[in-house]
């Protein structure tokens, strides 16, 4: 987002212009939901503060005002649509050592070497 918006501050702003959303237009135009959707298919972890501070935006009120019913509301379709998302793909991390084995350092019984190959 260019402009300020209510709610939004720069991290949110960035979020939202890396995912494709520029405006208040567009935001209001894809709705609270929809677009914290898209910024978590983008791979972002947005918390349900700014699932809130989207509808607050878009109803020009602090997120804090959101009534708890509506809240509910957000958390339900947010829920169902985040449920038809893929699951994520997070690094693995790994604790043993990691070495290199070549094909063709190959012993007689056909099992390889865990040594680099020597040039």
Not at 91 to 97: G, S
Request: proline share 8%.
């Amino acid at each position: 987002m260019k402009e300020k918006v209510r709610n939004i501050g720069p991290k949110s702003a960035a979020w939202l212009r890396q995912v494709g959303i520029h405006s208040i237009e567009e935001l209001t135009e894809l709705g609270a939901v929809a677009s914290f959707i898209r910024i978590k298919r983008a791979g972002f972890r947005p918390s349900l503060n700014l699932l809130y501070a989207l509808e607050g935006a878009l109803l020009d009120c602090h997120w804090q005002e959101i009534p708890d019913d509506r809240r509910g509301e957000l958390i339900l379709q947010a829920d169902a649509a985040s449920a038809l998302l893929p699951p994520a793909r997070g690094k693995q991390v790994h604790n043993a050592p990691v070495s290199t084995t070549y094909p063709d350092a190959v012993d007689s019984d056909d099992t390889l070497h865990d040594e680099p190959k020597p040039e």
